[in-house]
């Protein structure tokens, strides 16, 4: 079972920052938190990953809370080619073994 | 370098008849994962697989689907006497170790009629 807890949807337009909330108050101190999204009709990509401290690539930013107990994922510009479902996903010792959840439905308008 | 391939891409199968889905990971790649997505759903664990063995099936179900990985060629997933209720997308993941980042593959979606 998922224990990862995120807004069913969200819309944002395009070029402005997108922030997108989890939850996951029952995190353990080995668990990583994965970010994966899912283009329509595609598999899923990875985004981006972190256990502690904070996380920057080129795709996003992870904004870990100090009590890990939450992360935002964030865009800095969404652009239209950003809507796709986001998941996130705790992985105990970066194993991999993944469950996902319902993810976030995030739709960019231009 | 190739990223995950999986083909058939669309499978279609009358109920009762056997689908072969096939995963080629990414080069290197040792380890082997298939997730099922019905329709407006998000994706479910089925089984993880190194080469020759299986690590965890915990999300295959009990009859009827079964999963490979010999030491050559590529995962199989096989579901055999299909029924309309297997009709979804089928994901196959690949990574170079047990750990961190899985890359996907685009998908069989298999048609049960």
């Known amino acids: 079972d998922a224990k990862t807890t995120q807004p069913n949807s969200m819309e944002s337009n395009e070029e402005e920052p997108v922030h997108l909330p989890c939850n996951h108050s029952t995190i353990s101190g080995t668990d990583y938190i994965h970010w994966y999204r899912q283009l329509p009709s595609q598999g899923p990509e990875y985004v981006i990953h972190g256990l502690t401290s904070n996380v920057n690539n080129r795709m996003a930013s992870l904004a870990i809370a100090e009590d890990r107990k939450s992360s935002t994922l964030i865009l800095h510009r969404a652009t239209l080619r950003d809507a796709a479902v986001y998941y996130c996903?705790?992985?105990?010792?970066?194993?991999?073994?993944?469950?996902f959840g319902a993810g976030t439905r995030l739709t960019v308008k231009p | 370098n190739a990223g995950v391939m999986q083909n058939p891409r669309h499978l279609v199968r009358r109920r009762g008849q056997e689908a072969r889905l096939r995963c080629s990971p990414m080069?290197?790649?040792?380890?082997v994962y298939w997730y099922r997505q019905l329709p407006e759903e998000g994706l479910k664990f089925m089984v993880y697989l190194q080469k020759e063995n299986i690590i965890d099936e915990s999300g295959m179900p009990k009859e009827r689907f079964s999963a490979e990985f010999p030491k050559e060629g590529p995962s199989i997933l096989r579901i055999q006497q299909v029924v309309r209720g297997d009709s979804a997308a089928y994901f196959c993941?690949?990574?170079?170790?047990?750990?961190?980042?899985?890359?996907f593959g685009p998908g069989t979606r298999l048609t049960v009629t």
């Open positions: 996903i705790l992985i105990e010792n970066n194993n991999n073994d993944m469950r």
């Open positions: 993941a690949s990574s170079p170790i047990g750990q961190g980042e899985q890359y």
């Open positions: 080069k290197g790649h040792s380890h």
